[in-house]
């Protein structure tokens, strides 16, 4: 079964330092992956996604995201974080198994950002 | 347009009582899905819909547990009778018919309270 890992529950940055979360999914054949925000008491924001192509993947907000296929990872980053993004991350995966599928999510990480 | 629609925001029950959740998903998207939040599981799927037809409803935690898509434009999941183990946020995911390259739209969520 397809599964996401999400190995950091918290994360504390400073506002203004950069940021990388990571994300490593179950091996799989031709993933497609995802990060969604949370902010308290709303649901999930698309920040960006991986279906093929340039590795290297830019969403809303700032951040851009890795793939690397060989460490099964797909890492988001921000260079220099704000305040506003406080939030809970959630990296998601979904298999090409020939028709639309639900998501399979991490746990989170929670992030804190520190003035 | 309005985005996914969920009613209500937050629920508060007696265990035994029979819960509705509602759901509206974006006009025109052909995919409907259902997930729950808690703090142990994280996020999960419990069933999705496509063209109103239940597709997957292999998440769905037991027969108390039951959901409709009576027409393109509203869904709803039913618990009955109530757990306080129920007690989660429920979310609702809305997307267009892109085979796997789909990207869903959230719902700000229902979270509901079992006493």
């Known amino acids: 079964a397809q599964s996401v890992t999400q190995p950091d529950i918290h994360i504390t940055v400073s506002e203004g330092a950069s940021l990388e979360l990571r994300c490593n999914y179950s091996?799989?054949?031709?993933?497609?992956l995802f990060w969604y925000v949370q902010s308290p008491g709303q649901g999930l924001q698309l920040l960006l996604k991986?279906?093929?192509?340039?590795?290297l993947v830019q969403g809303i907000k700032g951040f851009e995201a890795e793939f690397k296929r060989s460490q099964s990872s797909f890492n988001l980053r921000k260079p220099s974080v704000h305040w506003s993004d406080a939030a809970e991350y959630f990296c998601a995966v979904m298999y090409s198994g020939g028709g639309a599928d639900g998501l399979t999510f991490g746990k989170g990480t929670h992030l804190i950002i520190q003035p | 347009d309005a985005g996914v629609i969920q009613s209500p925001r937050h629920e508060v029950t007696e265990m035994g009582q029979e819960v509705t959740l509602r759901c509206k998903p974006i006009s025109g998207h052909d995919y409907l899905f259902w997930y729950r939040q808690t703090m142990m599981r994280g996020l999960e799927l419990l069933i999705y819909?496509?063209?109103?037809?239940?597709?997957?409803d292999s998440g769905m935690p037991e027969d108390r547990f039951s959901a409709k898509m009576p027409n393109a434009s509203f869904s709803t999941l039913k618990i009955q009778p109530s757990e306080p183990r129920d007690s989660a946020v429920y979310f609702c995911?809305?997307?267009?018919?892109?085979?796997?390259?789909?990207?869903?739209?959230f719902g700000a969520g229902t979270r509901l309270s079992v006493l």
């Open positions: 819909f496509n063209n109103n037809v239940p597709i997957d």
């Open positions: 091996y799989g054949a031709t993933p497609y």
């Open positions: 991986y279906f093929s192509g340039d590795t």
């Open positions: 995911a809305s997307s267009l018919d892109q085979g796997v390259k789909n990207i869903q739209y």
